[in-house]
């Protein structure tokens, strides 16, 4: 006998099960309890917020900021991965693309597959019987990556982790493992942050639930008040698709599911994907400052990426889908880009970028204050492309090298110079670099140079003459190039730094085009004053200006002689100068070769770079002695 019982009341959930009868039937009542658990979970309102800090409202969250840990890290890896894999065509969009009739995913998959064969068929096939967490966490640490993680939920409806909001997850079906889990503590178990991943927004009208001919259709992989659903909500038709009305259930589903992967694994970083905006504005809210408190009560330092205008600048790290800034851009923000040229996931035949191309990316991300996460794509199995690993192998041979000009790094007055630039935005190819295009970084009083292509024949760096702005009047004490013990010829002229010719290839792998010059300075110091201390001046160009007078205790002087390095520190982190001033706004300039203290009156001949608003930590240099 079996017997089950649900009562619903005052916020209670009550749940009785009776068996006496044989284990078919005492199965049967786990697989009923489960369907009651899952009817509540996915029938309840959007799970409460958590107190803490940040109320969900812009004013609030955009006062997070971004981690520390971010602004050092530069590279990351994760993977796009699940049944999508399985038929290997096309691209990472075939659960939506096999349904489109005509298409070419269309054809190949009636061909290959049947026309009954819909994409709940694949999830069996998505066995992953040679995934190893481990191999792929040591994986992404060999070549170079700070943080990494999986793709959570694509936009096919798959969960990789069990959740509690739907039986389609890898826990439950495929694999019938806790990927999330495995790789995040895998991950974690090589010292990298973790990135969990989410694009399940995409789910509304993802497939045709509204085509009876199809699979989609069917009930029984219908997200509804009963159950989360494969194929998500029916929805009227495909102009849904482009012109989305979301309802209230799926909205919360949406959150919920990303709440639960918050709690569960608590992220260092969760990337949303575009057309989160299709999500109501209380909803993105919700989740931001859920993930906030979440992080806030474990005093965690944590980031939420986001693309377009899918939330309020400053709330999150913006992020360029294949795709970056054309300048230094604040405050810091980052790139995600894949292995693959036309998808993100691995297809048969692969088309992949090599080891130089991304190196290149990854260089002009940095020079201009972003970040690059990088995607991988594994095969259905769990296993790695021999190619792929080969790639990112080099990738970190390269990083083992010159890693001091990318990681804890910070951009310089300019990104770089050259003719070859990147078109500012989203989707497009990174262009081929030449000798004559260089990126540059700080870090700490060392400026570092790359050049984009490597020529034994030498180098001319136009912006290190002499007499530019820049490093007008500072002496030049070394030039040395990573990963080679030559001893470089270089010069210093009125038109250029020229290095070279040199005598051999650095210590990297030659198939990766650029190298690295360390250029040391006597003695620089670098700094940032925000305009309420410095009046105005005009980007780009020379300006003398006067220090204005600070209280000699707020700014930690004495005598009226305000310690350059102590205002700084306080301007970063808005404390209170004076009794008239609350916070110090983020606005300013940079300044190169500071002295320690400046009497009242003293001026400093400096070169403004930036008067952008909005800049964090990845924007302010240290004074270094």
Known sequence: MIAVCSCVGGGNVGLTIITNGP????????????????????SGAAAAPLSGPYSPTWPSVTKHGVPKWFNDAKFGMYAHWGPYSVPAFGNEWYSRNMYVNGSS??????????????????????????????????LYKKSGAR?????????????????????FNAGETGPKRDVVKELTDAIRGQGLRVITTLHHQWLWAWYPTWNNVTDCANPAYELNADHGGLYGPKVSGPSEFSHPHCTQQFMDYHVNKAKELVDNYQPDLVYYDS??????????????????????????????TYKFSDLEPGSGVLDFERGGAGDITSPAWQTDDAIGRNSWSWVNPADLKNSSELVGELVDIVSKNGSFLLDMPPFANGSIAAEVEATLGEIG????????????????????????????GGFHEWPVFTDRDFRFTVSGNVLF???????PSGYKVLSLNSTSSGTAGKTISSVSLLGSDETLKWTRTASALVIGPLDKHPDTPS???????????????????TFDVLPPATPGTPANITWKSLPAAAAGGS???????????????GMVLDEDSVTVPNTGLYIWDVPRSLSVADTVHVTVSHDEEGLDDSTWFSLVA
Not at 397 to 424: C, D, H, K, Q
Not at 559 to 573: Q, T, Y
Request: proline share 5%.
């Open 23 to 42: 284990p078919t039937l005492r199965h049967s009542a786990r697989m009923m309890l489960g369907a009651v658990l899952l009817s509540i979970a996915v």
């Open 105 to 138: 995913a269309w054809k190949h998959h009636v061909a290959t597959w049947g026309e009954s064969f819909g994409y709940k068929d694949f999830l069996p096939l998505f066995s992953a019987e040679h995934f190893n967490a481990t191999a792929w966490a040591v």
């Open 147 to 167: 943080y990494a993680g999986p793709v959570a939920e694509h936009a096919d409806g798959y969960a990789m982790w069990p959740t509690k909001y739907s039986h």
């Open 275 to 304: 057309k989160w905006g299709i999500i109501d504005e209380a909803h993105r809210l919700d989740f931001v400052s859920y993930y906030y408190n979440a992080a806030a009560a474990l005093g965690k330092q944590v980031a939420v």
């Open 397 to 424: 041979e390269w990083l083992e090298v010159n890693g001091e000009a990318i990681f804890n790094s910070r951009p310089w007055v300019m990104y770089g110079e050259g003719p070859t630039r990147i078109i500012p």
């Open 449 to 455: 140079v790359t050049a984009m292509a490597w020529s």
């Open 511 to 529: 198939i990766i085009a650029a190298v690295v010059f360390r250029v040391a300075f006597d003695n620089p110091r670098v700094g940032f004053l």
């Open 559 to 573: 005598d009226g002689v305000p310690d350059v390095e102590l205002v700084f520190r306080a301007l970063r982190h």
